[in-house]
């Protein structure tokens, strides 16, 4: 198959926003089961990405050896809903140094907010979207933003 052929499913990906990042065979199965196990949090941040912000955003996103919660590839964006678990984890630092290694800029919110002060939560996303350069606008920017 010819490398810019259209059937060529590197150069989709490529065409969609998408980079080519690297992923481990398990990351696929594992994506689709947290996709289906999202927590309360996920799920309020995950509508408001999905049908309130002009930039496409993926969720439960397996990139390298990590599934990511929420991705934005335009702007190289990562964002993580996190509980009290994740406070001072040593994995959690390995996992940013890997995605800032690879071009993402991880922003980390908290469950509490996401539930108590979801507006704040989606203005400090839309701040972090504003100051990312990107490579072209996912969808066409809606009312209201």
Not at 8 to 22: C, E, K, Q, S, Y
Not at 68 to 86: N, S
Not at 125 to 134: E, F, H, N, P
């Amino acid at each position: 198959m010819a490398c810019g052929s259209l059937l060529n499913p590197i150069w989709l990906r490529h065409a969609a926003g998408m980079p080519d990042v690297p992923r481990r065979p398990w990351s696929r199965a594992m994506a689709r089961r947290l996709r289906c196990d999202m927590t309360e949090p996920e799920r309020r941040l995950w509508y408001v990405l999905r049908h309130d912000f002009s930039w496409k955003f993926r969720r439960q996103e397996p990139i390298g050896p990590y599934v990511c919660d929420f991705v934005c590839y335009a702007k190289r964006l990562v964002v993580e809903v996190d509980g009290i678990q994740h406070a001072d984890s040593e994995h959690d630092r390995r996992r940013d140094r890997f995605l800032r290694r690879i071009g993402f800029e991880v922003h980390r919110v908290w469950n509490d907010d996401v539930m108590t002060r979801l507006d704040e939560v989606v203005e400090g996303i839309d701040a972090v979207l504003a100051s990312r350069t990107g490579r072209h606008r996912n969808r066409r920017p809606r009312r209201g933003r």
